[in-house]
């Protein structure tokens, strides 16, 4: 076993810090990646680096991979306006993915043998990361230190300061990922539904008592679904959701906690903070109901739930995901416009919309108290034809109710 190159996905958080030490011990030569989508400053990647070489990793990767996972998977969650349980953003799933393609793609690049991932068997996280191993680098071994052990926190945390490594509390009791889509965190208050969580587990989004006196608008511009500006000015679509989040995290936006069914079939809770996720999608929902017909706007939220739930379940190699984002794309072409949002007290109201494809133009119909495209006798033959079904189902069911000798209601 000794010398075999291993690549691990590597966060610098308390389960892949054990699993650099353990992987060592047992011989393997382990190189560390970190995959960026986002969330993480230049220091802060410093940091990651330099615990996973004190860890005693041969090399450590950085891979910037925050354009790709916005174009590959997040503006079509932004299409779909994908909300898991009709709340939580999906915050990790698309990034695990994009993580763990990159991952293996590296892998393969330095010959490496075998590739870990840190994740519990008890998550979704490993089926992500598995899945997406098996499909990018099917002929690698896959190790997974804290699965194939069952390892509690506080034994991973107890194998690193044995060994004289440094563990901090709040790493200990919260797992906390962080991404250009929000964060997630798991452990502690979050294992049981009637627990809240304490201000302290919360990372970016300021708590109620440091809510700004006042409320803040702001301008987002979408081009067939993609937002492009904020207040005006033109910027790419990472560093929309980077500035997005700092305005938004600081009236609390964002914050939430859900409750829903894991891959392997039990019920899971979190936290989240999604402040640019949740902001965005209130902004794109409010203008595509002003541009899409019934029709669209009816299947386009059930195809957009689909979505939401198979990059949610780890089916981002699914042919019909590919089926699905080409339908949400077609879906865009006329969600161009502007929404203007206000940010106040933990919420994102969307206070106005305006595009040139609205149907609520007045030069296109007009509705209130009277109607432009229609006169009264037509709107009276049209609502006594649209209800002629339920004045016949309900005749019908008198007349049977009276043949077998029931009472009229």
């Known amino acids: 076993m000794a010398g075999r190159r291993v690549v691990l996905a590597f966060s610098g958080g308390l389960d892949t810090s054990y699993c650099v030490a353990w992987l060592r011990e047992a011989g393997y030569e382990v190189h560390t990646v970190s995959v960026q989508t986002g969330g993480f400053d230049p220091d802060e990647l410093g940091r990651i680096e330099a615990r996973a070489i004190e860890l005693g990793a041969e090399t450590h990767q950085v891979i910037d991979a925050r354009e790709e996972l916005f174009e590959r998977s997040l503006k079509y969650l932004i299409f779909g306006n994908c909300l898991r349980g009709g709340a939580y953003p999906l915050c990790v799933s698309a990034e695990r993915m994009a993580q763990a393609r990159h991952c293996a793609a590296y892998a393969l690049e330095v010959g490496a043998v075998a590739i870990a991932h840190g994740s519990t068997g008890a998550g979704n996280d490993q089926a992500r990361f598995d899945i997406a191993f098996r499909c990018v680098a099917p002929r690698l071994e896959i190790l997974t230190p804290i699965r194939s052990q069952g390892l509690s926190r506080e034994q991973t945390t107890g194998y690193l300061r044995e060994r004289g490594f440094e563990v901090q509390a709040k790493t200990t009791k919260y797992s906390i990922n962080r991404g250009l889509w929000g964060v997630t965190i798991g452990g502690g208050?979050?294992?049981?539904?009637?627990?809240?969580?304490?201000?302290?587990?919360?990372?970016?989004?300021?708590?109620?008592?440091?809510?700004?006196?006042?409320?803040?608008?702001?301008?987002?511009?979408?081009?067939?679904?993609?937002?492009?500006?904020?207040?005006?000015?033109?910027?790419?679509?990472?560093?929309?959701?980077?500035?997005?989040?700092?305005?938004?995290?600081?009236?609390?936006?964002?914050?939430?906690?859900?409750?829903?069914?894991?891959?392997?079939?039990?019920?899971?809770?979190?936290?989240?903070?999604?402040?640019?996720?949740?902001?965005?999608?209130?902004?794109?929902?409010?203008?595509?109901?002003?541009?899409?017909?019934?029709?669209?706007?009816?299947?386009?939220?059930?195809?957009?739930?689909?979505?939401?739930?198979?990059?949610?379940?780890?089916?981002?190699?699914?042919?019909?995901?590919?089926?699905?984002?080409?339908?949400?794309?077609?879906?865009?072409?006329?969600?161009?416009?502007?929404?203007?949002?206000?940010?106040?007290?933990?919420?994102?109201?969307?206070?106005?919309?305006?595009?040139?494809?609205?149907?609520?133009?007045?030069?296109?119909?007009?509705?209130?108290?009277?109607?432009?495209?229609?006169?009264?006798?037509?709107?009276?033959?049209?609502?006594?034809?649209?209800?002629?079904?339920?004045?016949?189902?309900?005749?019908?069911?008198?007349?049977?109710?009276?043949?077998?000798?029931?009472?009229?209601?």
């Open 189 to 409: 208050d979050t294992h049981r539904s009637e627990t809240p969580i304490p201000e302290e587990a919360y990372v970016i989004t300021r708590g109620p008592g440091d809510w700004p006196g006042a409320a803040r608008e702001v301008e987002i511009s979408f081009e067939q679904g993609v937002p492009v500006a904020l207040n005006g000015e033109r910027i790419a679509p990472v560093a929309l959701l980077e500035a997005l989040e700092l305005m938004a995290a600081e009236h609390g936006i964002g914050r939430g906690t859900h409750v829903g069914d894991t891959i392997l079939g039990i019920k899971g809770r979190i936290a989240f903070e999604a402040p640019a996720a949740v902001t965005l999608i209130a902004a794109h929902r409010e203008l595509e109901k002003l541009v899409l017909s019934r029709q669209q706007a009816f299947w386009k939220q059930t195809l957009g739930e689909l979505y939401g739930a198979m990059t949610h379940e780890a089916r981002y190699f699914d042919p019909l995901a590919r089926d699905l984002e080409a339908f949400l794309a077609s879906s865009q072409r006329h969600v161009t416009g502007k929404a203007r949002v206000k940010l106040f007290a933990g919420q994102a109201n969307v206070v106005a919309t305006e595009s040139p494809y609205s149907m609520m133009n007045p030069e296109v119909a007009t509705y209130g108290e009277t109607a432009r495209t229609w006169n009264g006798a037509e709107a009276a033959a049209f609502v006594k034809l649209y209800g002629l079904q339920d004045m016949l189902a309900q005749r019908a069911a008198a007349i049977g109710d009276a043949a077998s000798g029931k009472d009229e209601r």
